[in-house]
């Protein structure tokens, strides 16, 4: 039973770039959220998806969308990035957002 | 709001001594707590949580964690470290109900010493 992909693992862009992120969700979730966790730090929520919708956002600006797809999949976009955008971007998926969460490995992101 | 101050940032023990980390939370509401563990350049793994049934949770690897309300407290321990404990520890709080995000601490790496 594959638990949660995500991809790329890694990636290097330039500031002022956009940059898409993927996630699949674990078999049976139907929940996505996405955390950013800077170097040395702990995870910060970004926003939940879903039934393909915002449900819940954090403290990020709107340079950070996302999408839900029919199949619970799911994409984070962010725009215009900055050098401070660099971290790890976790996925983690949850059945009805509840319970505990099932995480991936993390797309690590770097901005030049 | 919920926070999570999780007290000391590095912990080292000797194999097969106790593994003791402590957390503590701030909740307006009966909270959902969590510990995670994360390996270098890996993701999350779920450790134990505590939803509201007994307080003292056992989770994986050996580890368990005792919920007390009244100390706000939520400590991860462990009876005999293992090398393979070495990791970065996270506790983390939901206040379920139309909450769904989790809040993190700051993690506690942890060392382990032959």
């Known amino acids: ?112 | 709001a919920q926070s999570v101050t999780q007290l000391g940032s590095h912990v080292s023990v000797s194999e097969g001594a106790l593994v003791l980390l402590r957390c503590n939370y701030s909740s307006s509401v009966p909270p959902y707590l969590f510990w995670y563990v994360q390996y270098p350049n890996q993701g999350l793994q779920l450790l134990l949580k505590y939803t509201s049934a007994a307080t003292l949770v056992k989770g994986i690897n050996g580890f368990e964690a005792e919920f007390k309300k009244s100390e706000t407290s939520f400590h991860l321990t462990k009876p005999s470290a293992h090398m393979s404990d070495a990791a970065e520890y996270f506790c983390a709080v939901s206040e379920g109900s139309n909450d769904y995000k989790l809040s993190f601490g700051a993690g506690t790496t942890v060392t382990v010493r032959a």
């Open chain 1, 1 to 112: 039973d594959a638990g949660v992909t995500q991809s790329p693992t890694h990636l290097i862009k330039t500031r002022g770039q956009q940059v898409t992120l993927r996630c699949s969700p674990k078999s049976g979730h139907d929940t996505v959220s996405w955390y950013q966790q800077a170097l040395g730090q702990g995870p910060q929520f970004i926003f939940q998806y879903y039934e393909e919708e915002e449900r819940q956002r954090g403290n990020f600006p709107d340079r950070f969308s996302g999408h839900q797809f029919p199949n619970y999949s799911s994409e984070l976009n962010v725009n215009a990035l900055l050098l401070g955008d660099s971290a790890l971007y976790l996925c983690a998926s949850s059945f009805l957002g509840r319970d505990g969460y099932t995480f991936g490995s993390g797309t690590r992101l770097t901005v030049v």
